[in-house]
T-cell receptor, first 114, second 112 residues
Framework: KAGVTQTPRYLIKTRGQQVTLSCSPI?????VSWYQQTPGQGLQFLFE???????NKGNFPGRFSGRQFSNSRSEMNVSTLELGDSALYLC?????????????FGPGTRLLVL | GDSVTQMEGPVTLSEEAFLTINCTYT??????LFWYVQYPGEGLQLLLK?????DKGSNKGFEATYRKETTSFHLEKGSVQVSDSAVYFC???????????FGAGTRLTVKP
């Protein structure tokens, strides 16, 4: 079974631009979560989608948004990029997002904002 | 809110040494507990998990026991290898919410 895939793997943008990252979950998984990883803040939860609905959201500004499609693929968008948005963005999927389930992570998209 | 505190690194060991990485948690209810490992340039991989008190998770020689009385989930391995060099994250997911909470991560370096 194929794992979680994320595209693109690397991205360079400038301040003020916007960016869209994509995540394809493991086949059959309906829950997709997004995390931001930085050296200073560690791993921080962005949001979780299940059946095309945002079910949970972390403490990030409204510039960070996401969506999920009917095939469970998910995208996240960051508008008006800031230097501090430079990070590794990780996507994780699980069957139904229940607390006992394992989340399977993709390799991440490394975003650099100049 | 729910949180995880894990031993700060970095940790440097010689091959075949014993490893312990401490992890304690704060949570209401009965969370599930996880250890993930991250190799350079990669995402996180599940190492092991436990979903109820006294459960022991194990994988690739690593073990951790869910101790509710001490709110701990310490990671141990009897004999580390150079290939175990990575960053290890302790995490929990509470049964009253859906987001995973991670510790700060512990970087382990094993020298031959």
């Amino acid at each position: 079974k194929a794992g979680v895939t994320q595209t693109p793997r690397y991205l360079i943008k400038t301040r003020g631009q916007q960016v869209t990252l994509s995540c394809s979950p493991i086949s059959g998984h309906r829950s997709v979560s997004w995390y931001q990883q930085t050296p200073g803040q560690g791993l921080q939860f962005l949001f979780e989608y299940f059946s095309e609905t945002q079910r949970n959201k972390g403490n990030f500004p409204g510039r960070f948004s996401g969506r999920q499609f009917s095939n469970s693929r998910s995208e996240m968008n960051v508008s008006t990029l800031e230097l501090g948005d430079s990070a590794l963005y990780l996507c994780a999927s699980s069957l139904a997002g229940e607390y006992q389930e394992t989340q399977y992570f993709g390799p991440g998209t490394r975003l650099l904002v100049l | 809110g729910d949180s995880v505190t894990q031993m700060e690194g970095p940790v440097t060991l010689s091959e075949e040494a014993f490893l312990t990485i401490n992890c304690t948690y704060t949570a209401t209810g009965y969370p599930s507990l996880f250890w993930y490992v991250q190799y350079p340039g990669e995402g996180l991989q599940l190492l092991l998990k436990a979903t109820k008190a006294d459960d022991k998770g194990s994988n690739k020689g690593f073990e951790a026991t869910y101790r509710k009385e001490t709110t701990s989930f310490h990671l141990e391995k009897g004999s580390v290898q150079v290939s175990d060099s990575a960053v290890y994250f302790c995490a929990l997911r509470g049964n009253n919410n859906n987001d995973m909470r991670f510790g700060a991560g512990t970087r382990l370096t094993v020298k031959p």
